[in-house]
């Protein structure tokens, strides 16, 4: 059996706020294959960014974070990443929502891939050769030129491209795509996610892929984890996902999507709202919500168990239930 070129254990996060501590994260475990396309869902709250965030060492000095990050042979301690030289941290490139706010606005694009390339170990002279040629596998025409453009003379998906090149020449062995479409309209997301799939495919490099749009994910996407109130409640294989959903939060939010076979006066709506935890989780966070809870629900935090599919719940629905 090939071995994941990502395997994330255990990862947790806590933020020191003015009222106290906050857990957005927690014991987070998930394996990520070569090539493999991982969407990562759930309402806003969900622990998602953050999740990734932790991953790159972005999280900041109010954050902690403990678990493990395993690149093939090479493995980090979540609470280390982001204290490390640069040169030592896993070649992540990171896609963000709001390409234009990314870039650097007094400085040329085609510097700021340049820079990128080098910090993946090129010379100046071949990195820039590098960013002329990833421009054009964006789609930016004319990239002799567009090379000393600013970001100022770009569109905001022009700038979602240059992103993407920037992304590809760190040669990276995973990238994050967090809501990289958001900004943009609709013609301009498919183009922009159509150019960044390819590249993935064709490199064989993981990505994990952030989105509210669970449309979109499900075009994508090879499989998909749900997250509600910081930890994982169910991943599978996309199909499986959108024919067969367990987890009751995972049921709820597919149903509460228009175009699934039903009119939009029926869609179906979570009651409630989604609670953050100020001290360790002790008991599942969905079951003040949930439809099928149980009284082992309100004690007891159920335990997912990583692998190809995976389901966090004590009272999952089943092919069974009406």
């Not at 050769?129 to 970001?151: D, F, H, K, M, S």
């Not at 040669?171 to 799939?197: C, F, G, K, M, S």
Request: aromatic residues 4%; glycine residues 8%.
């Amino acid at each position: 059996m090939v071995p994941p070129v990502l395997s994330v254990d255990d990862l947790s996060v806590t933020f020191q706020t003015k009222s106290g501590r906050s857990h957005p994260v927690n014991n987070v475990s998930f394996d990520l294959a070569a090539g493999e396309i991982l969407g990562i869902v759930g309402e806003s709250g969900s622990g998602k960014s953050v999740t990734c965030l932790a991953l790159a060492g972005l999280l900041g000095p109010t954050a902690r974070a403990t678990g493990y990050i395993s690149f093939q042979d090479s493995m980090y301690d979540a609470g280390e990443l982001g204290s490390m030289a640069r040169a030592k941290l896993p070649p992540i490139g990171l896609i963000f929502q709001e390409p234009v706010s990314c870039l650097d606005p007094v400085r040329t694009i085609g510097s700021q891939i340049t820079e990128a390339a080098v910090s993946a170990g090129m010379m100046p002279s071949e990195a820039k050769a590098e960013a002329l040629r990833l421009l054009a596998e964006v789609a930016i025409t004319q990239p002799e030129t567009r090379y000393n453009a600013y970001p100022a003379q770009f569109s905001g998906g022009m700038c979602q491209r240059v992103m993407i090149a920037m992304a590809l020449a760190m040669q990276p062995r995973l990238i994050i795509a967090d809501e990289p479409t958001t900004a943009l309209d609709v013609t301009v997301q498919a183009q922009v996610v159509a150019l960044l799939v390819k590249a993935v495919r064709e490199r064989g490099i993981p990505m994990i892929f952030i989105s509210h749009d669970l449309d979109l994910v499900s075009e994508v996407c090879d499989r998909i984890a749900v997250m509600y109130a910081g930890s994982l409640v169910e991943i599978n294989g996309t199909d499986d996902l959108y024919d067969n959903p367990r987890h009751p939060y995972t049921r709820l939010l597919l149903e509460a999507m228009p175009g699934r076979g039903r009119p939009l006066e029926k869609l179906a709506d979570i009651p409630g709202e989604l609670k953050l935890h100020g001290t360790v989780p002790q008991a599942c966070a969905f079951a003040p919500r949930c439809p099928r809870v149980e009284t082992n629900c309100a004690t007891t935090v159920p335990p997912l168990i990583a692998g190809r599919a995976s389901l966090a719940c004590f009272n999952p629905w089943s092919s069974h239930d009406a």
